[in-house]
């Protein structure tokens, strides 16, 4: 299984519904509260270029924001 | 072939689908996810019955109700993305979706609310997310001592200052005409922050950065000067544009893009098509009403199907 990191803030509805959609599927993920981590939220920005938040790596592949379809493929599963 | 599909994860397509499952009418339900806009609401104090409820919780509870009804209703992760007319004697419609599946149904109750609408100034597509940000409750951590604008003086202005407000440094609202439009009770709760400033009669010109932003320009409608101010969030709270793509050019809609309808049941103007919600010209966009305006269309289907009127 690919290594999973999530860039969250505890207030964000998205990153909320990533770590359910994680949560569901048997995917193990480590997840850093950029709000207050500001060495992840440097580490966010550098692999991102942006601040929006859900950023999600998944075994180096960066994805901004909550989309279950492309998330899917890249773990390979049905989601 | 369905009797009827529903379009949206809303409140209007979650209580259409309710409806449509007790009165065992063959329906689909196509949406990408459940909740509509108000899952990003941090606390709802108006969805009638609850005091309080978080958009994420509401969003479950819709979700929970219309899936209850599984598999009296078939429940589609997927988007629609064109509805036509497959035959008009016996009148039928044909649903195209992103995943690329094609089904036909006799109704289609469009229900897909409506997105957030963007500035349209230079910078703004560029700096998207590095620094330009459309949901003020994810991102406002992110703004810690930092100066910041919001744009836009409604109620979804409004709480992004009031979620901005644990965090940012200043808080400057740029507000188009020369009045506040959002509830009086929150305009009162900001009018009392040190750190929170506003400016009337303000129409954002552009959004200056290189890799991030780091100022806006805006003009001074009435004293005629186009000013820029360093900031390095922009906070666009500009409401609403309808998702009525999926039937344009074959039903009616208003100078924005809202499906016209009749406000006695629910009818676009193409016959067998409804809408409810925000994807309709109404007055008013709240949760309530467009759950209510589902079921008034909901039944009004159920009549056509049964009496072909």
Redesign the interface.
Known sequence: MKSVTVYSTPTCVYCKLAKDFFAKNDVAYVEHNVADDLKARAEMVEKSHQLGVPVIDIGGEIFVGFDKDALSKALGIAG | MYDLVIVGGGPAAVAAGVYAARKKMATLLVAE?FGGQS??S?DIHNWIGEKSIS??ALAERLEAHVRAYEPGIEIW?DRVESVSLASSSPRVFSVTTKKGEAVEARAVLVASGSRRKRLGVPGEDKL????V?Y?S??????F?GKDVVVVGGGNAGLEAVV?LHA?AKTITLLQRSDALRGDPVTQEMIGKWDNVRIIFNAAIEEIVGD??VSSVRYKDAKAGTSNLLAVEGVFVEIGSMPNSDIVKGFVDVDEIGRIKVDPRTGRASALGIWAAGDVCDGLYQQNNIAAGDAVRALLNIYSYLHSGK
């Open positions: 996810g899952i990003v941090a958009g994420v992760t998207d997310g590095k620094g940000a949901c409750i994810c991102d406002a951590p992110l810690g979620d965090y890799s991030f």
